[in-house]
């Protein structure tokens, strides 16, 4: 009985002396928690792969947990946790989302990484369906300003700066940034733990990555006018006077070099032959006012119009070469089909835009129909519409281009739209147009977002000398349209008027 005793006590001291270790010299074991489960989740399947299973390799534990449950009741569970480590929480990762007009307080003891932006825009109701272009600018008392995000502006709606700012500009005030924040409580754990959630972010099998900067979303901004007839005396001035660039254009010339892409209509053939082809108007001008156009900012004009032939075939394919030879981009003529079917590809601002310009206006009082000098098989001419168009859009469109349609089209002198124009212009939206710019009716008609896309169906006269006495003939305008991530969010018309050989901002 003696020798139980003995045993009993020795246990006993043992037991003792096994708590008191445990108790005074069990090793801590540091814990980072995590607030967020989706966080806690990509971080820890990260923490596995640097770690292993057996956190004992790691100078701290990732936790969402303050008190873990513990599942198994069993005894040896039960023993196992009354031995574990004591644990005490270092860090804690939290989400903070802010406003640049109210940003996130960032305090000494936290590290702030910036993992997601939101960009919001707000926008009014789109009224452009006066004939008087200063209307385009007119916001009725009872406007509202929705707020909403890029892929999501109301139907019918145009995005609008906010403070002198777009989208993408440093301090833009609607932008929604999500930070993660991780708040130290020991100072000794802090670069350990910087140091993970750094390889955490270069992983790439991590869905949580740090944005440096604002997203890719640059605005590209593309500019359009109507009809240009250059004669009447204005390519003396643009090709003979120093100061021409400001005689013919005024104050719009800033607006149309300021774009990053600008696009006319040149109303008449570019020749020096004198044959010319039975009809009301005969339009032609010299090659040499195409370096003063270039100048003013254009960088593609269309010339698949009804007075391109007014000189017959030979000022047409005139007209070809001067504009190759000159440096500005056209499409939708050329020596035989193939090539009035190209599109004119160039790339800005990193994305790639495609351009085509199509001839749809109706027959001539004169009886010129444009359709007689469509480009077919080997014959030199204009692409003239049909449904291969639109194939060739949709094949461009899976290629991630912005394409962009310049149309002629419409009745002359009409302020409303005929429904063969609408109809064609809504199909090439259909297809993957995000612009179509329309000439040809001489005067304004109405600008509308359709779908994903934006339609100006008659952009009217933008230089044209002699046109005053025809009602509404002298209202101008130059469409601005801004995309953001190959959406057009920005619909910025500047109302002009012309006064004989100036066009200039109302």
Same mark, same amino acid.
């Given at each position: 009985?003696?020798?139980?005793?003995?045993?009993?006590?020795?246990?006993?001291?043992?037991?003792?002396?096994?708590?008191?270790?445990?108790?005074?010299?069990?090793?801590?074991?540091?814990?980072?928690?995590?607030?967020?489960?989706?966080?806690?989740?990509?971080?820890?399947?990260?923490?596995?792969?640097?770690?292993?299973?057996?956190?004992?390799?790691?100078?701290?534990?990732?936790?969402?947990?303050?008190?873990?449950?513990?599942?198994?009741?069993?005894?040896?569970?039960?023993?196992?946790?009354?031995?574990?480590?004591?644990?005490?929480?270092?860090?804690?990762?939290?989400?903070? &989302?802010?406003?640049?007009?109210?940003?996130?307080? /960032?305090? $000494? !003891? +936290?590290? =702030?990484?910036?993992? %997601?932006? #939101?960009?919001?825009?707000?926008?009014?109701?789109?009224?452009?369906?006066?004939?008087?272009?200063?209307?385009?600018?007119?916001?009725?008392?009872?406007?509202?300003?929705?707020?909403?995000?890029?892929? &999501?502006?109301?139907?019918?709606?145009?995005?609008? /700066?906010? $403070? !002198? +700012?777009? =989208?993408?500009?440093? %301090?833009? #005030?609607?932008?929604?940034?999500?930070?993660?924040?991780?708040?130290?409580?020991?100072?000794?754990?802090?670069?350990?733990?910087?140091?993970?959630?750094?390889?955490?972010?270069?992983?790439?099998?991590?869905?949580?990555?740090?944005?440096?900067?604002?997203?890719?979303?640059?605005?590209?901004?593309?500019?359009?006018? %109507?009809?240009?007839?250059?004669?009447?005396?204005?390519?003396?001035?643009?090709?003979?006077?120093?100061?021409?660039?400001?005689?013919?254009?005024?104050?719009?010339?800033?607006?149309?070099?300021?774009?990053?892409?600008?696009?006319?209509?040149?109303?008449?053939?570019?020749?020096?032959?004198?044959?010319?082809?039975?009809?009301?108007?005969?339009?032609?001008?010299?090659?040499?006012?195409?370096?003063?156009?270039?100048?003013?900012?254009?960088?593609?004009?269309?010339?698949?119009?009804?007075?391109?032939?007014?000189?017959?075939?030979?000022?047409?394919?005139?007209?070809?070469?001067?504009?190759?030879?000159?440096?500005?981009?056209?499409?939708?003529?050329?020596?035989?089909?193939?090539?009035?079917?190209?599109?004119?590809?160039?790339?800005?601002?990193?994305?790639?835009?495609?351009?085509?310009?199509?001839?749809?206006?109706?027959?001539?009082?004169?009886?010129?129909?444009?359709?007689?000098?469509?480009?077919?098989?080997?014959?030199?001419?204009?692409?003239?519409?049909?449904?291969?168009?639109?194939?060739?859009?949709?094949?461009?469109?899976?290629?991630?281009?912005?394409?962009?349609?310049?149309?002629?089209?419409?009745?002359?002198?009409?302020?409303?739209?005929?429904?063969?124009?609408?109809?064609?212009?809504?199909?090439?939206?259909?297809?993957?147009?995000?612009?179509?710019?329309?000439?040809?009716?001489?005067?304004?008609?109405?600008?509308?977002?359709?779908?994903?896309?934006?339609?100006?169906?008659?952009?009217?006269?933008?230089?044209?000398?002699?046109?005053?006495?025809?009602?509404?003939?002298?209202?101008?305008?130059?469409?601005?349209?801004?995309?953001?991530?190959?959406?057009?969010?920005?619909?910025?018309?500047?109302?002009?008027?012309?006064?004989?050989?100036?066009?200039?901002?109302?």
């Amino acid at each position: 009985m003696k020798k139980v005793k003995i045993v009993f006590n020795i246990l006993i001291i043992i037991l003792i002396l096994t708590l008191t270790f445990f108790v005074f010299w069990n090793p801590k074991q540091y814990l980072v928690f995590v607030e967020n489960q989706e966080i806690y989740d990509e971080l820890f399947s990260v923490f596995e792969k640097e770690f292993g299973k057996n956190s004992q390799k790691s100078p701290f534990y990732l936790t969402n947990q303050v008190k873990p449950k513990i599942e198994d009741k069993s005894f040896n569970r039960l023993i196992q946790n009354l031995f574990q480590p004591s644990s005490e929480i270092v860090a804690n990762i939290s989400l903070a &989302k802010d406003f640049p007009f109210n940003p996130v307080e /960032k305090l $000494e !003891n +936290q590290k =702030v990484y910036k993992i %997601g932006e #939101k960009n919001f825009i707000p926008s009014v109701e789109m009224n452009f369906t006066s004939s008087k272009s200063d209307d385009y600018v007119k916001l009725p008392p009872d406007f509202s300003v929705s707020i909403s995000e890029i892929d &999501k502006i109301p139907e019918n709606h145009r995005g609008v /700066k906010v $403070e !002198n +700012q777009y =989208v993408t500009e440093e %301090g833009y #005030k609607f932008r929604e940034n999500t930070y993660l924040v991780c708040s130290f409580f020991d100072e000794n754990s802090r670069d350990e733990i910087q140091n993970f959630l750094e390889k955490a972010f270069s992983d790439t099998n991590c869905n949580i990555t740090l944005v440096e900067k604002s997203e890719n979303l640059t605005p590209l901004f593309i500019a359009g006018v %109507g009809d240009m007839m250059v004669g009447r005396g204005v390519q003396e001035i643009l090709i003979y006077y120093k100061d021409g660039l400001a005689r013919v254009f005024a104050d719009t010339l800033p607006i149309l070099q300021g774009a990053d892409l600008t696009l006319g209509n040149l109303e008449g053939a570019i020749t020096y032959h004198n044959e010319i082809l039975p009809k009301t108007y005969n339009f032609k001008f010299d090659k040499k006012v195409l370096s003063p156009l270039k100048n003013a900012g254009f960088d593609y004009l269309m010339i698949n119009n009804n007075h391109v032939f007014d000189y017959g075939q030979k000022g047409f394919l005139d007209s070809i070469n001067a504009l190759k030879e000159a440096g500005i981009a056209t499409s939708g003529v050329g020596k035989n089909y193939e090539e009035a079917s190209k599109f004119y590809i160039t790339k800005v601002k990193n994305q790639n835009v495609a351009i085509i310009s199509v001839g749809a206006y109706p027959k001539e009082r004169s009886g010129f129909d444009g359709a007689n000098v469509a480009a077919t098989g080997e014959n030199p001419g204009v692409l003239w519409k049909n449904d291969k168009i639109f194939q060739s859009v949709k094949e461009l469109k899976k290629q991630g281009m912005l394409i962009i349609a310049s149309v002629h089209d419409g009745d002359e002198y009409g302020f409303k739209t005929n429904e063969a124009q609408k109809d064609f212009s809504e199909k090439l939206i259909d297809s993957g147009v995000s612009l179509v710019l329309e000439s040809h009716t001489h005067v304004l008609q109405p600008i509308q977002r359709y779908k994903d896309g934006i339609i100006a169906y008659g952009l009217g006269n933008f230089v044209f000398p002699g046109m005053e006495e025809i009602p509404g003939a002298t209202e101008s305008l130059v469409l601005r349209v801004g995309f953001v991530d190959g959406k057009p969010i920005y619909v910025e018309p500047y109302p002009c008027e012309i006064d004989g050989t100036q066009v200039r901002g109302k």
